[in-house]
């Protein structure tokens, strides 16, 4: 199960018919680990991926829609632990990185878009993602899958039946609009995170694991900066 039509941790879910379109752009792509863009971490490559309609109900009641795909790796030194590890049920869980055109809100239809002032994705008719409106949650309705990158084998995905890492397509207009945005606006926890992701960012894995482990001795000292 690579994905599916639930509401996953970011309080978003792909529509049956995005489900269709990633069905057909993640035939033939690879496999890797913790989503590492790199040759050595590619273990698995999919040739074969189909959309599946479950006999139970996601978290909405609707019918469980879901992306299936085949995968095929290679039995050698390498993979042994891997494989020794998914046969054990030790790696199960799985990640899907891809490009989606579109976040709409599922009370409205209007796209979803970060308010910089809140910190909180919401539509032009005000509809917060999280909140509820007449007992029903708004959420994001991802659509127009426009790439699929590859699938991951991970720790904690972002959908409990499978997971998914998501590259929206207005990321760089976000990233603009940071640059230009009065930040006298954002709260100073909110800005400490900002902050603290992009230096991690910038950091490699050994360093980033050290800084990681430093911040968690030192969090009662940091004014609980995480």
């Known amino acids: 199960n690579l994905c599916d039509n639930d509401v996953d941790r970011d309080i978003e879910r792909f529509t049956k018919a995005s489900l269709d379109e990633l069905a057909k752009l993640f035939v033939g792509k690879s496999g890797i680990l913790d989503h590492r863009w790199s040759a050595e971490k590619q273990v698995a490559r999919l040739y074969r991926c189909e959309v599946e309609e ?25 993979n042994k632990p891997l494989i020794e590890a998914i046969e054990g049920g030790i790696v ?8 989606m055109g579109k976040c709409t809100c599922s009370i409205c239809g209007k796209d979803l878009k970060l308010n910089w002032t809140t910190w909180k994705y919401q539509c032009e008719t005000g509809h917060i993602k999280g909140e509820k409106y007449d007992g029903k949650l708004c959420f994001g309705e991802l659509k127009e899958a426009k790439e699929a990158y590859e699938f991951s084998f991970v720790a904690v995905p972002a959908q409990k039946g499978a997971g998914v890492t998501k590259s929206m397509e207005n990321l760089t207009d976000i990233v603009e609009t940071l640059k230009t945005a009065d930040i006298n606006e954002i709260a100073t926890e909110d800005k400490k995170e900002i ?23 030192n969090k009662k000292y940091l004014g609980g900066i995480e």
């Open 54 to 78: 479950l006999s139970k109900k996601n978290t909405l009641g609707e019918p469980l829609i879901t992306l299936r795909g085949s995968a095929y790796m290679l039995r050698n030194e390498t």
């Open 92 to 99: 199960k869980e799985v990640s899907v990185g891809c490009r």
């Open 195 to 217: 902050i603290s992701k992009l230096q991690m960012s910038l950091a490699g894995d050994e360093e980033r694991k050290a800084r990681t482990k430093i911040l968690e001795e």
